[in-house]
């Protein structure tokens, strides 16, 4: 919801009474769908993969190569000499073992990064069925960096927080979504804590992706997971910006059961402080597509009170259908 605002019959940060809110809202925030736990974003490995079961393994549009076999330094598959294969890459085990001429091939070197950018600012911190938007926004995050890894690429983290930002520099391997993980949840619980001791900065999306374009080389693509709230006047330049050179992706976050809830007047709160009522008549607004525009960009639109498998469906289907040859 733009500017920033959260129903005040829904699950957010802050409130309670001073004398036990603070026990109240520690337990709460302990939640699935809350807080954010390695474990749990770790599992999500057999729902990407499961998800991406033919994943695409020719060259992607924009510029981005998946493996395949060539020159490099990792053995893709040993097979048996043909008349013009380079001599020099004779499998002396298996031409031994087997009594006739085997050549290596070799997994081809193509450097794909991608940045994963989770929208953890204020405006995130709120759900109404499964999960906060800011969880919903990293479990996409993580589905996606989890086929990134498996398609051979690299990936890296910037984590836009109340407080101060968490960047892990792009890597391949499980080892690099691991620490992408590991950074997911430490930014999320610290970004809970600012918010809860009221030290929100109260930047602009775009003011937070000022970094992103000199975090990642020239070709790479820049995946960003938000609400888009508070975008900031200068969001489309920067985005803009960002495509002259690399491929911005953008993932919108939303809540959908806002517009399941029965006819009348709600109150909303927005994060300076002030408080409006809106009438809802549980239309469903246009949008309901698999893609919306942001600033003339296209973003994939996921749901945070959808099941994870679904999530990862969605993404699987956006993704291969952007990434087929």
């Known amino acids: 919801m733009a500017g920033g605002c959260g129903w005040s019959q829904t699950a957010r940060i802050g409130g309670g009474h001073p004398e036990n809110g603070r026990t109240v809202v520690t337990e709460a925030l302990s939640h699935a769908g809350v807080s954010l736990s390695s474990e749990a974003l770790i ?59 085997h050549i290596r091939q070799f997994q081809e070197e193509r450097d794909r990064v991608s940045l994963l950018v989770a929208d953890f600012r204020a405006p995130m911190f709120w759900g109404m069925q499964r999960a906060f938007l800011s969880v919903a926004a990293a479990e996409a995050l993580v589905l996606i960096g989890w086929h990134l890894i498996e398609s051979g690429g690299r990936v890296g983290l910037l984590a836009i927080t109340a407080d101060t930002p968490v960047i892990i520099p792009p890597r391949g391997r499980t080892r690099g979504m691991l620490d992408v993980i590991g950074g997911l949840v430490q930014a999320h619980a610290s970004s809970l804590t600012a918010i809860q001791a009221g030290q929100d900065e109260g930047r602009t999306l775009a003011q937070a992706l000022t970094s992103a374009e000199r975090l990642t080389p020239p070709g790479s693509e820049i995946i960003i997971a938000s609400g888009f709230d508070q975008p900031g006047d200068a969001l489309a330049d920067r985005l803009d910006q960002l495509a002259h050179r690399r491929s911005p992706r953008l993932v919108l976050i939303t809540e959908r059961k806002t517009r399941e809830m029965p006819r009348g007047w709600y109150s909303i709160r927005f994060s300076d402080g002030q408080q409006k009522r809106v009438y809802l008549d549980g239309t469903e607004s246009e949008g309901s597509d698999i893609y919306q525009k942001i600033d003339a960009h296209p973003a994939l639109v996921l749901n945070a009170s959808d099941a994870i498998d679904t999530t990862g469906r969605r993404i699987s289907a956006a993704f291969s259908e952007r990434y087929a040859a």
């Open 43 to 101: 599992g999500l490995r057999r729902v990407a993969l499961s998800a991406y079961a033919k994943p695409p393994v020719a060259a992607l549009p924009g510029g981005f190569l998946t493996r395949k076999r060539g020159q490099g330094v990792e053995v893709a598959d040993v097979r048996e000499y043909v008349a013009g294969d380079d001599i020099r890459h004779l499998d002396r085990g298996t031409t031994a073992r087997t009594g006739r001429l």
